[in-house]
DNA sequence: TCAGACCTGTGATAAACGTCACATAATTAT
DNA sequence: ATAATTATGTGACGTTTATCACAGGTCTGA
């Protein structure tokens, strides 16, 4: 849990007694590799933090695997507008090693943020870090093209490199497997 | 103010004492068509919630302008992590047509927040739905080829196709101006 | 240690897309 | 009303990318 807790006061000042209020909402849960942490067609009462391992989230069109987002130690991963809203997810979350998270229950975490203004502080310091994160990858495709794409992870994002497979990145950087290949093997020679 | 506070009470429980305290937070403001809501290098001490007209965020690199977002009534638009942050902005935002918006000040909500739950709960309810659309526009590039994003915003927003042209659109889909106008005519023929 | 699963690289080919150039609306300003 | 500006459509051409096929490499569990 120390890590859970350096990770809350970096984002917001977290007295020891909203700590204590916290812990009945926390539940450490392990996942083996190629578990689920979420399925499509769930609705998602969870907050997941990354306490070590990684997972992703993935669509499955036709069968056809497309990772959307990769979350790694010090991450919160969750479907946001399932947790939000109550709808159903469209898409999976899975471990892509073994994982260990701490999971934020809904129902006891909005029922204490009620008591405690620095959890619901707590809340919307996660959801804005998660609305960055997705703002900056949406914005990579309006501005950059899929050679910039690469470029720009291995500068500002090089775990997502050192960690995910090729295979794996492709279709977040939304380009086939084959090109993604072309595309690190021109930089290489470059 | 009507709209607002209808805005407001979709999202979460607000009573009437919330909205009194909400008032010194609040200035309405017009903008003329083309005027800036946010620059470029300024650090963003506000949310607009639109009342009336549109607005669209776009980055300017080497001259071309890039397309990043478009907002309309009845949504907030901000850049989330120079709010957050207090980081300096890499895009600007700009009204389409005469604007007018409310403008919640960044300071006063804080001070707020802390003296009223509900008022933090809708700042985390604002910063949700953004996130959510931002996953909704991020996930279209990983999914969809630019034809079926083009159907995608036919079918799911098509108000963004009735009141943006074609040429402001090309960015934000991640096209050429040119390409857009050709995948439009295959549509129509087909 | 061996088989099966997964990952990466590469060639061939067709499709999609970007860029430049220019013509023609459509809109806006004077 | 008219000129200027902006938006759209279209052809030509080169570049980038997707797709299919297959070979070789790596990892893993029986």
Known sequence: MDNLLK??????????RSWELLQPVLTKKEFKKNELLLRQGQVCNSLFYIDNGYCKSYYEIDGVVK??????????ATNINSFGDGQKSEFNIVACEPLTTIIFNKDKLF????????IETLGRNCIRLFATKQEEFSTLFKLYSAQERLEYLEVKHPEILQRVSLSQLASFLGVARETLSRIRKRRVLE
Request: hydrophobic fraction near 30%; proline fraction near 0%; glycine fraction near 4%.
């Open 67 to 76: 990772n959307t987002g990769f979350f790694f130690e010090n991450e919160i």
């Open 111 to 118: 029922q204490t943020a009620q008591q405690a203004n620095e």
């Open 7 to 16: 990770y809350i006061r970096s984002l917001t000042s977290f007295s020891d």
